[in-house]
């Protein structure tokens, strides 16, 4: 990925160190916004990975730094003014692709979180009625009544469950949670 994204943040830090190039208000402004671009494209596609982390993503920019030194410091040393530029792009870059991961993994989990939730209701409601169809069945003491009934509360359970879930979702999300009052023994609670 970095090697996909290499070329246009090498491109990006090149005009940033041109003296060729006049740095007028807009231009300044152009450049950082599509360092940022990179940086966050970076961030997204590494985020794809199951098995990439956010120390890895910091350590390759890193291995960057250090590399662009030590090539352009072969023949002369750099001067103060493009030792800033150069540190401060690839500190922005990480800044802009760690914060770009951290969002693409929340949205990852956030989209399972919903999937999953969504995709157990089903089979849970399927439970919940053949239980509710099995407890009519039965008489009252029955023992196989009394086990369909911890399956219903099991079943209930589970469905309180997968509310909670739902619900750390949206409050991830900025979303609200709707909230019904009503009267209940606190005991029983």
């Known amino acids: 990925m970095l090697q996909n994204s290499l ?3 090498l491109e990006q830090l090149v005009d940033e160190l041109s003296t060729k190039i006049e740095r007028t208000p807009a231009r300044i402004k152009t450049d950082k916004l599509e360092s ?5 494209k970076h961030g997204h596609e590494r985020a794809g990975f199951a098995d990439y982390s956010m120390t890895q993503l910091i350590f390759e920019y890193h291995i960057l730094r250090q590399v662009i030194f030590e090539i352009l410091e072969e023949e002369a040393a750099l001067e103060v003014r493009e030792r800033d530029i150069i540190i401060d792009s690839i500190e922005q870059a990480v800044n802009d692709a760690a914060t770009q991961f951290s969002q693409t993994l929340r949205d990852i989990q956030e989209l399972f979180m919903v999937t999953l939730t969504h995709d157990l209701r089903g089979p849970l409601n399927v439970i919940k009625m053949g239980t509710h169809l099995t407890l009519r069945r039965f008489e009252q003491g029955d023992t196989h009544a009394s086990i369909a009934a911890k399956m219903l509360k099991a079943v209930e359970r589970l469905n309180s469950m997968i509310q909670n879930l739902l619900d750390a979702s949206r409050l991830r999300a900025g979303e609200s949670l709707k909230f019904e009052f009503e009267e209940c023994n606190l005991e029983d609670v």
């Open 7 to 9: 070329p246009e943040y």
């Open 36 to 40: 940022t671009r990179i940086g966050k």
